[in-house]
């Protein structure tokens, strides 16, 4: 036996009660997440902030990227590389 709805549809439509900042939040919120799926899908002309302004570290690159992702024996094994390489160089 089907569950039926004994009050029409519409009952509840005109109890909810919205005020302007309700509205203006929901408007707020649509337009971050306009820009969020702008900025994941690699639209070019979404607007980004710059970027920090800082120096690369290109010897901990690839460690602190590993190390970030939970592979933590292979950030080992590229700083020891790195190491190995620069002291062979220098």
């Not at 970030?68 to 002291?87: K, T």
Request: charged share 30%.
């Amino acid at each position: 036996m089907a569950w039926v709805r004994k009050e029409p549809r519409h009952c509840c439509l005109g109890t909810a009660r919205w005020n302007e900042s309700s509205l203006t939040d929901f408007v707020e919120q649509a337009d971050q997440l306009k820009l969020y799926k702008r900025i994941v899908t690699m639209d070019a002309t979404a607007p980004l902030p710059p970027p920090d302004d800082r120096a690369p570290k290109w010897d901990k690159g690839p460690y602190l990227t590993c190390s970030s992702m939970g592979a933590r024996r292979l950030a080992d094994r590229l700083e020891e590389l790195a190491a190995s390489s620069a002291a062979a160089t220098g």
